[in-house]
């Protein structure tokens, strides 16, 4: 009689069986959003992660992104945030910018998921940032 194979067990996203319990953002500029977001951020559901697309930088140094399918790799790290604190993040990571709150899919752990990010809307003022692509 042959003998089947084990079926792969299916790989979790951070690594245990439990879903997360906020929602998922994808952060390209960490040292930004972190200084705004400290307290709302699960630092121990962090991953390593990237999103097909461009980096922008205005003329205060802020960085901002645009989704492009098939673009260079930016890369960044996949976050929970608490359970209702996006519209929080959007008044912090929106005033005076161009950037709009958008969903995006984001490689993390050879797995593709969708993220809330924030992304350029209107590129006036903002120039592109030189990419290796990847």
């Not at 079926?7 to 245990?16: H, I, M, Q, S, T």
């Not at 998922?24 to 705004?36: G, K, N, P, S």
């Not at 140094?61 to 945030?81: S, T």
């Not at 910018?97 to 006036?124: C, I, K, P």
């Amino acid at each position: 009689m042959a003998r089947r194979r084990p079926a792969p067990n299916a790989v979790p996203l951070f690594g245990d069986a439990q879903p997360p319990a906020g929602e998922l953002v994808f952060v390209y500029d960490r040292r930004a959003f972190t200084h705004e977001a400290e307290g709302w951020i699960n630092r121990d559901r962090e991953r390593p992660a990237f999103a097909r697309g461009r980096l922008f930088r205005n003329a205060k140094g802020q960085l901002a992104f645009r989704p492009e399918p098939g673009g260079p790799q930016v890369r960044g790290a996949v976050l929970e945030v608490a359970v209702g604190a996006l519209p929080v993040l959007d008044f912090v990571a929106t005033a005076g910018t161009a950037l709009v709150r958008s969903v995006v899919d984001v490689s993390v752990n050879l797995r593709m998921v969708q993220a809330h990010t924030w992304t350029l809307g209107d590129d006036t003022g903002w120039r592109p940032v030189k990419q290796e692509r990847r």
